[in-house]
């Protein structure tokens, strides 16, 4: 049985898993960075642990149209990661990506969500590298699964699982950005949902 206990975590706990979420989110995006060649502002992450039923309010509404990529996570870190993006930035992403004049009409057909799949797979991919790295801890990744949908049913496939974990979940909320951009800035957000006993190898191999 896990010693860690997610509602009562020390200072010290608690600093590291948000310190993780920094290191990580900065990683992905220049991750990002890198994949659509433009220099990108990352504004301060926000990290918390937060009520899993609390998400979606914390994000807008369980009503918000979102677009979800999914991981599994193992090998030494079991569990789940997912990446949210609401469904107009992921719009303003995908025209970003393919060169296109801001505003353009997307619908989401096989190429243009190919685009985004790739795009969370490689912002989630450099967060998790950077967690693998830190810790010195194997992490294995599924492929991608995407899904676009209101933000209360895609959060319910990490919930079924979540039954298992406790009440709480890391939350990693950062806003990113490139020069040129006009409209609002991309606002992500990272759910990490490890098993108990993954969260204390993850304190544990960074000696707290």
């Known amino acids: ?13 608690y600093d590291v898993l948000s310190e993780i979420g920094n290191i990580g989110a900065g990683n992905a995006t220049t ?9 990108i502002d990352i504004g301060v992450p926000h990290v918390k ?10 994000i ?18 079991n569990g789940m990661m997912m990446f949210l993006l609401d469904e107009v ?3 303003n992403l995908v025209n970003v990506l393919m060169n296109r004049e801001e505003g353009s009409e997307v619908v989401f057909d096989e190429m243009e969500k190919s685009a985004v799949m790739e795009v969370g797979n ?18 294995d990744v599924s492929v991608p699964m995407l899904q676009i949908d209101m933000a209360g049913a895609i ?7 979540f039954g298992k974990i406790g009440d709480s979940v890391l939350l990693i909320e950062t806003e990113f950005d490139d020069e040129t951009r006009k409209e609002e800035a991309i606002r992500g ?17 960074l000696g707290v």
Do not use: R, W
């Open 60 to 77: 807008g509404s369980e009503e918000q149209v979102m677009v979800g990529i999914l991981l599994m996570l193992s090998g030494d870190i």
């Open 1 to 13: 049985m896990s010693k860690i206990d997610l509602n009562d975590l020390s200072n010290m706990q």
């Open 122 to 139: 490689i912002i989630a991919g450099a967060y998790l590298n950077s967690l693998s790295m830190l810790t010195n801890l194997t992490i």
């Open 189 to 205: 957000y990272y759910i990490l949902i490890p098993e108990l006993d993954s969260y204390e190898k993850i304190l544990e191999s």
């Open 89 to 91: 930035i992921a719009k």
């Open 31 to 39: 991750a990002l960075a890198t994949m659509i060649n433009k220099k």
């Open 49 to 58: 642990l937060v009520d899993f039923n609390h998400i979606s309010t914390i």
């Open 155 to 161: 959060l319910s496939v990490p919930a079924i699982e």
